[in-house]
């Protein structure tokens, strides 16, 4: 029973990695197409990339609001936007390719970086209160656990 779940947590540990390269690739996409819109404002880029809904509904109360809220957008917003997806899409597949590969110091690291985003995200919660969030919060805790679990099996095991 214990080696099958300890199988189970070993797969998850995997699985939950593989994802998290996929997503940092992804991101590191998003940043570096950020950057080939600087110089339009963010407002007309969402405009042409939603306008089949928004030509549905103009009227929409999610138009509107994000309508309002890139209204007065700054470029560097979107240089720091890029940056960031850029920047943290490389640290998950750098850290998730060496936590695959059962390099040791991955595991603190890991541990460390998404502990801080764990906290930082029950703070903003607390303000938000977004469900959204809370899905990330509660999906950043698992990953926790099982890179946690799998660094007590690797650092025994060396």
Known sequence: MISTLSKLFTELFFVSMYWRIFYGFIRIIF???LLKVVGAPLLDVLADFLSHEFLEGPSDILFMMITKLLADHHFSVTYFLSGYFIFWGAIDVLLSYNLIREKLWAFPVSLGLIGLFILYGIFRFTFTHSL?????????????FLIYKEYKKVKSVS
Do not use: E, M, P, R
Not at 132 to 144: H, P
């Open 31 to 33: 940043g570096i197409a």
């Open 132 to 144: 959204v969030l809370l899905s990330v919060i509660t999906l950043d805790i698992i990953i926790f």
